[in-house]
C-alpha cells in the first residue's frame, strides 16, 4: 500500500542556465520562453494525474524560477502555491551571478568535487548544504504523512531527497542527473505485515517533453 508520495519536478530552463552563471537570489531572473513551454508539458502531464490521484499540497522554493514554475503548476492543477524558504537552493555566497566556469576552476571543481569546503566566499559546503535541506524535508514529510506532494525544486533539492531517502553518506562520488522539468517520484511503502520503506518509482523522467504544448505558453 502507498502512503506518502513526493513528486518533484525541477524547474525549467532559466536565463542564469542559458548564460552559464551562478543563479542566486540576486541574479535569477526567471525562465526562459523555452523554460516555460517544458514546465507547461509537464504540468500536463500531472494535471491528468491529478485528476485521478490528487495532490494535497504544492510546494515551491523561493527563487524567480521556482515560483514561476510552481505558478504553471498550480495554475494546471487548481492548487495554491505554498513557497517556503526550506526549499531554497545552495547559498553561493560571492559566486552568486558569476560565471559557472570561472567559480569551478577557482575552487578546483564544481560544489560536490570538495564537498566540505565553500566553493566562494560565503557560500555553502555541499555537504552542508545536503544536510540543511534534508532536515528540512524530513520534518516536511512528518508534517505531511499520507498525502501526495507535489514540489517545484531545484536540482539540488531533487539530489537532497535521494541522499535522505537513500540513506547516502557524505563525501560520495557518484551523483544524479536532474534535467530542466524532469520528474522524480517518491513513494512510501507498507506491507501486509506492516513494514514500511521508500521506493524510488521514477528519477528524471522527461518524456512529456517529446511531446508538444497543448497550450499557449505563458
Same mark, same amino acid.
Given at each position: 500500500?502507498?502512503?506518502?508520495?513526493?513528486?518533484?519536478?525541477?524547474?525549467?530552463?532559466?536565463?542564469?542556465?542559458?548564460?552559464?552563471?551562478?543563479?542566486?537570489?540576486?541574479?535569477?531572473?526567471?525562465?526562459?520562453?523555452?523554460?516555460? %513551454?517544458?514546465?507547461?508539458?509537464?504540468?500536463?502531464?500531472?494535471? %491528468?494525474?491529478?485528476?485521478?490521484?490528487?495532490?494535497?499540497?504544492?510546494?515551491?522554493?523561493?527563487?524567480?524560477?521556482?515560483?514561476?514554475?510552481?505558478?504553471?503548476?498550480?495554475? %494546471?492543477?487548481?492548487?495554491?502555491?505554498?513557497?517556503?524558504?526550506?526549499?531554497?537552493?545552495?547559498?553561493?555566497?560571492?559566486?552568486?551571478?558569476?560565471?559557472?566556469?570561472?567559480?569551478?576552476?577557482?575552487?578546483?571543481?564544481?560544489?560536490?568535487?570538495?564537498?566540505?569546503?565553500?566553493?566562494?566566499?560565503?557560500?555553502?559546503?555541499?555537504?552542508?548544504?545536503?544536510?540543511?535541506?534534508?532536515?528540512?524535508?524530513?520534518?516536511?514529510?512528518?508534517?505531511?504523512?499520507?498525502?501526495?506532494?507535489?514540489?517545484?525544486?531545484?536540482?539540488?533539492?531533487?539530489?537532497?531527497?535521494?541522499?535522505?531517502?537513500?540513506?547516502?553518506?557524505?563525501?560520495?562520488?557518484?551523483?544524479?542527473?536532474?534535467?530542466?522539468?524532469?520528474?522524480?517520484?517518491?513513494?512510501?511503502?507498507?506491507?501486509?505485515?506492516?513494514?514500511?520503506?521508500?521506493?524510488?518509482?521514477?528519477?528524471?523522467?522527461?518524456?512529456?517533453?517529446?511531446?508538444?504544448?497543448?497550450?499557449?505558453?505563458?
Amino acid at each position: 500500500m502507498i502512503t506518502t508520495e513526493l513528486v518533484f519536478v525541477r524547474h525549467g530552463e532559466a536565463q542564469c542556465n542559458v548564460d552559464g552563471v551562478v543563479g542566486g537570489p540576486v541574479t535569477c531572473t526567471g525562465l526562459t520562453g523555452h523554460g516555460q %513551454a517544458q514546465v507547461t508539458l509537464a504540468a500536463a502531464r500531472l494535471a %491528468a494525474e491529478h485528476c485521478i490521484m490528487p495532490f494535497t499540497a504544492l510546494y515551491a522554493g523561493p527563487r524567480i524560477r521556482l515560483r514561476q514554475t510552481g505558478e504553471v503548476l498550480g495554475q %494546471a492543477l487548481g492548487l495554491p502555491v505554498r513557497t517556503d524558504t526550506g526549499l531554497d537552493g545552495p547559498v553561493h555566497g560571492a559566486a552568486d551571478g558569476k560565471p559557472w566556469a570561472e567559480v569551478k576552476t577557482a575552487a578546483g571543481g564544481g560544489p560536490h568535487t570538495h564537498p566540505d569546503q565553500p566553493w566562494a566566499e560565503g557560500s555553502d559546503t555541499w555537504n552542508g548544504y545536503l544536510q540543511r535541506a534534508g532536515a528540512f524535508l524530513r520534518d516536511l514529510i512528518a508534517r505531511h504523512q499520507g498525502d501526495r506532494l507535489l514540489f517545484a525544486a531545484h536540482g539540488e533539492t531533487v539530489i537532497a531527497a535521494h541522499t535522505l531517502l537513500l540513506g547516502l553518506g557524505p563525501g560520495t562520488d557518484a551523483g544524479f542527473a536532474v534535467s530542466h522539468a524532469s520528474i522524480s517520484q517518491w513513494q512510501h511503502h507498507r506491507n501486509r505485515l506492516g513494514q514500511d520503506r521508500w521506493l524510488l518509482n521514477c528519477h528524471n523522467d522527461t518524456a512529456h517533453l517529446a511531446r508538444p504544448a497543448t497550450g499557449p505558453t505563458p
